[in-house]
């Protein structure tokens, strides 16, 4: 039973008209689902992804009205977005400059191009050169050219305090194996990889005793999900759990996939996800996002969600 890569990851926004602008107009990236926290339906939860809406590429977004998050460790500290190229890598650190968005130059860390960034809010992201491998759905409306955009997540970055804790979470109960280690910009990280790896499979550890805990908040990141491929694997996942002790949320269908959520020892969210069946079940997928929608166990209560959300318009 073996996970397969990065489903999404979700973080917080304070600033959803923002937060809209910046990765649909300045990253280009496609508004897939505009939808709510189904825990919380006075917030809006906004789904980013590449033209087809594939597992692997969804950054989604919590709409809560928090104070800006306090930087530490326990925390999910980067998140990687793939590009195809050192040209489009170039290319991206013009066009951020000249938005005048928060971004850093092109270096090489782990044998590969990164270009570190922020958005509005801090949150912390870097383009990473995955050299085009694999397929991609680029958008036909974004405002970023094919050869140039956002091809899916990876690798997610976590700085942890006890390293040895999390390692006997991922390599022994969630099947991922230690790949390698690197010297990153002041600190040592270890790479854990799952499925057949690659830059969509990975993430990359940092152990830090020294740092405050960090606190979440706008800018920062709430959890990470992980695939799995379908729902006898996704039962075996809740079974797996449940014998070996390792509290759970039980299995949730949020409708656009089916959810099991649990802590690792430090306390970082990590949720395990579905493919399927998608979010092209309630809509067409050529109109993606464009209305606001709701799973059928929340259409009863459209006029009163509708009524509570701020227009993103």
Do not use: C
């Not at 104070?67 to 590009?83: D, H, K, Y």
């Not at 000249?98 to 130059?105: F, M, N």
Request: charged share 25%; hydrophobic share 40%; glycine share 12%.
């Amino acid at each position: 039973m073996q996970l397969t890569g990065i489903h999404h990851l979700t973080a917080i926004s304070a600033k959803p008209r923002e937060n809209l602008a910046f990765y649909t107009g300045l990253l280009g990236m496609r508004l897939v689902k505009k939808t709510v926290n189904q825990d919380d339906v006075s917030a809006y939860h906004l789904f980013y992804a590449d033209g087809k809406a594939n597992p692997g590429t969804d950054l989604t977004f919590f709409d809560f009205p928090a104070a800006p998050e306090r930087r530490g460790t326990n925390s999910i500290s980067r998140t990687g977005l793939r590009v195809a190229g050192e040209t489009s890598l170039g290319w991206w650190r013009d066009r951020l400059k000249q938005a005048g968005a928060h971004v850093g130059d092109v270096k090489e860390i782990d044998g590969r191009l990164v270009l570190p960034l922020e958005d509005g809010e801090g949150q912390r992201l870097v383009l990473i050169d995955d050299g085009g491998k694999g397929a991609a759905s680029p958008w036909d409306k974004s405002a970023v050219p094919p050869q140039h955009q956002i091809r899916g997540l990876g690798p997610i970055m976590l700085t942890v305090h006890d390293l040895a804790a999390i390692e006997a979470i991922l390599t022994g109960v969630m099947n991922m194996r230690r790949a390698r280690d690197y010297a990153g910009p002041g600190a040592h990280v270890h790479v854990f990889a799952m499925g057949e790896g690659g830059l969509a499979a990975e993430l990359h550890v940092i152990e830090s005793r020294d740092e405050p805990m960090a606190r979440q908040g706008a800018g920062g990141v709430h959890h990470v999900a992980f695939r799995t491929p379908d729902e006898a694997q996704y039962h075996g996942w809740t079974q797996r759990l449940n014998e070996l002790g390792i509290r759970n949320s039980g299995e949730i269908d949020r409708f656009y996939f089916r959810s099991l959520y649990f802590r690792e020892p430090n306390g970082i969210l990590f949720e395990i996800a579905t493919d399927g069946p998608g979010f092209a079940t309630d809509e067409p997928m050529d109109s993606l996002g464009e209305k606001l929608a709701l799973p059928p166990f929340l259409e009863g209560r459209r006029a009163a969600i509708e009524a509570g959300l701020k227009p993103l318009d």
